[in-house]
C-alpha cells in the first residue's frame, strides 16, 4: 500500500478518497476521534444525495461489531463532501466522535465546482464523470472564470472540449440577446457562432439567415468568412442581403419542409471542391481489381460527360449575362 501525505495506512475506500484530493492538489488533515457535531449533511453531488436505510443499518453492525468505516471526509468548516451515509450511521450509533478527513480549505474557498465534482468522484469511488456531468462541470467552471488549465486539470479533459463548450456557452448568449431558443440550431453550429466575431447587426443577420435558410454549419463559416473580408459594417450587411436574395428558393423550401437545400449550383461547387481537395496522383488512384474495372470506367465517364454539359451550360450564362471570360 504507497504512502499517504500524512503516512496513514487506509482501507480500499479510504485510499480512493484520499487519492482523490491528492489528484486535485487539496491539503488535509486525518482526525479518527474528529467531532461529528461539527459536520454539516451535504448535497454537493449531482444526483439526490441520500442515506439508504438498508446502507445506515449495515454500517451500523460494523460499528457495533467494532470494525472501523472508511473515513468522511470534509471541508474545514465542516461540509461533507463524501460520506453521509456513514455521518447517519454514527449517529444512530450515537457516537460523538469518528474518523473524518478534512480539508485545509473551507467549501467556499473550495468553490461549488469543484465540491461538485469532488462529491461525484468520490460517491463513484474514482470512476470518471460521465459525459453529460462532465458538460455540466464545465460549464460551471468557465462560468467561475476558470482557466482552461485548471479545467482541464480538474477534469481530465483536452484543450478543444473546452474551447468548444467555451464557445456554444458564448453562442446561446449571444441567441439569448437576439430572443433566439438555444436549441434552434446544432452543437456544430453552436461552435461555429461562438466563435465568429462580428458587430451587433451584421451578426444578427448572419444568425436568422443561417436560421431562415437551415445552414450547414460549413455554409455557415464560409458566409462568415466573406462577411469579416468586408472593410465596413454597411458592405456586410449587403453582403448578407445578397446572400439571402440569392438563397431565396432555400428559404422558402426550409420554412415549408423544414429541409431546405442548397441552390444546385452551390452543391455542385461544394461536391467539386471536395474532389478537387484529392492531390493524390492520378496513377495512385487507378482501380487494380480487374472486377472492378469496368465499374469503375463507367463512373469516370459519366462524370466526365456531365462535367462537360455544366461547363458548357456556365459559359453559355456568362455570355447571355455578359459576364468577360478569361
Same mark, same amino acid.
Given at each position: ?10 482501507? /480500499? !475506500? ?26 454539516? *449533511? ?22 457495533? $461489531? ?13 461540509? #461533507? ?13 450515537? *457516537? ?12 467556499? =474557498?473550495?468553490?461549488? $465546482?469543484?465540491?461538485? !465534482? ?87 443577420? %448572419? ?15 464560409? #458566409? /462568415?468568412? *466573406? ?23 432555400? !428559404?422558402? =423550401? ?21 474532389? %478537387?481537395? !484529392?492531390?493524390? $496522383? ?13 465499374? =469503375? ?6 462524370? =466526365? ?5 455544366? #461547363? ?13 471570360? %478569361?
Amino acid at each position: 500500500m504507497p504512502p499517504t501525505r500524512d503516512n496513514v495506512k487506509h482501507d /480500499a !475506500i479510504t485510499r480512493v478518497l484520499v487519492a482523490i484530493l491528492d489528484e486535485f492538489d487539496l491539503d488535509y488533515t486525518e482526525d479518527p476521534q474528529y467531532s461529528l457535531a461539527n459536520l454539516k *449533511r451535504s448535497q454537493v453531488r449531482q444526483e439526490k444525495n441520500v442515506a439508504p436505510a438498508e446502507t445506515v443499518q449495515w454500517l451500523r453492525a460494523k460499528l457495533q $461489531a467494532g470494525e472501523p468505516l472508511p473515513a468522511i471526509v470534509a471541508t474545514a468548516d465542516g461540509e #461533507i463532501c463524501d460520506g453521509n451515509t456513514r455521518n447517519a450511521a454514527y449517529m444512530k450509533e450515537k *457516537r460523538p466522535v469518528g474518523y473524518v478527513i478534512t480539508t485545509v480549505k473551507t467549501a467556499e =474557498q473550495i468553490g461549488p $465546482a469543484l465540491m461538485k !465534482i469532488l462529491g461525484q468522484r468520490m460517491n463513484d469511488h474514482g470512476k470518471r464523470l460521465s459525459k453529460a456531468e462532465t458538460e455540466a462541470s464545465i460549464r460551471v467552471l468557465i462560468s467561475e472564470g476558470a482557466s482552461t488549465e485548471r479545467i482541464k486539470q480538474h477534469l481530465s479533459v483536452t484543450e478543444s472540449q473546452v474551447g468548444n463548450l467555451r464557445a456554444v456557452m458564448k453562442a446561446e448568449a449571444k441567441l439569448a440577446e437576439l430572443g433566439l431558443a438555444v436549441n434552434s440550431f446544432k452543437t456544430a453550429h453552436m461552435k461555429a457562432l461562438g466563435r465568429i466575431d462580428l458587430l451587433a447587426k451584421p451578426f444578427g443577420e %448572419l444568425v436568422k439567415l443561417a436560421h431562415d435558410a437551415g445552414l450547414s454549419s460549413g455554409d455557415l463559416n464560409n #458566409i /462568415a468568412k *466573406r462577411v469579416r473580408a468586408e472593410t465596413s459594417e454597411e458592405a456586410q450587411l449587403k453582403l448578407l442581403a445578397d446572400e439571402r436574395a440569392a438563397l431565396g428558393d432555400q !428559404i422558402k =423550401q426550409h420554412k415549408e419542409t423544414g429541409n431546405g437545400k442548397p441552390p444546385a449550383a452551390r452543391r455542385a461547387k461544394q461536391s467539386l471542391s471536395q474532389f %478537387l481537395a !484529392i492531390t493524390t $496522383a492520378p496513377e495512385l488512384t487507378v482501380e487494380r481489381a480487374p472486377e472492378r474495372m469496368e465499374e =469503375q470506367l463507367a463512373v469516370l465517364r459519366r462524370s =466526365q460527360e456531365r462535367l462537360q454539359a455544366m #461547363i458548357d451550360a456556365q459559359q453559355q450564362a456568362a455570355v447571355e449575362a455578359g459576364v468577360t471570360l %478569361l
